[in-house]
């Protein structure tokens, strides 16, 4: 089986029976997700969730960054190394459902700590002089290439980026691909690979994650 393909519902009930249990808020909220959204897919899930949860605890961010809330289960992960006075920003553009995030944000001991915003995140990131420890990417693929760009001034030494999808169903493979996200997410995957700014690997979990240090 080549590592784009789906993994069998056995293998994958194996996988989470054998890696720490997610908190009880993101059950809730991952059971709502698949009940009240179109693309539930489109959540981070349990066995990406952890990954964001241990990178975070080892580095312990004071500020991390989220682009693409889409229902907050991966800003929870990443709330979870949080240090005590960290904070997360996470950013998205569909205003029809952040009521849902929102819920469970207010509710969430992270509360005070998350900072969500119905924002571009290009223009957010032309506008801002935070620097942070920790990045997660997971929107909009076709702004990829310039996401990479204009964070890199807003890294430090040591701060860790993760695009997520950037497998993209084994598209990547296609020599000359027509579709447009398709180019950039090639294109993201070759600039960060020649950046000597930046040690990376790409870890073929789910749709595969582009994770990327700051040298």
């Excluded at 908190?23 to 009240?36: A, G, M, S």
């Excluded at 969500?116 to 997971?138: E, H």
């Excluded at 950037?166 to 996200?181: D, F, M, R």
Aim: glycine residues 6%; negative net charge.
């Amino acid at each position: 089986m080549s590592f784009f393909e789906e993994l069998s519902p056995e293998m994958d009930r194996y996988l989470e029976n054998h890696a720490s249990a997610e908190p009880e808020i993101l059950r809730r909220l991952r059971k709502e997700t698949f009940q009240k959204t179109t693309q539930p897919h489109m959540i981070s899930g349990y066995q990406q969730g952890r990954l964001l949860a241990i990178i975070s605890k080892m580095i312990r961010p004071e500020q991390v960054l989220e682009i693409g809330t889409f229902t907050g289960y991966a800003t929870f992960c990443l709330a979870e190394g949080l240090q005590e006075n960290g904070r997360i920003t996470t950013l998205d553009i569909n205003e029809g459902l952040a009521w849902l995030p929102q819920k469970y944000f207010a509710e969430s001991e992270f509360s005070e700590q998350i900072d969500f915003r119905l924002q571009d995140a290009a223009t957010f990131l032309q506008n801002t002089d935070a620097v942070f420890d920790l990045v997660f990417i997971d929107a909009d693929k076709e702004n990829y290439v310039e996401y990479f760009k204009l964070i890199k001034p807003r890294l430090k030494s040591g701060s860790v980026v993760m695009f997520d999808n950037v497998l993209w169903y084994g598209k990547v493979l296609e020599e000359q691909p027509k579709q447009k996200s398709t180019q950039k997410i090639k294109e993201l995957n070759g600039l960060a690979a020649r950046d000597e700014d930046f040690e990376n690997l790409i870890l073929p979990l789910r749709d595969g994650i582009n994770l990327l240090r700051k040298k």
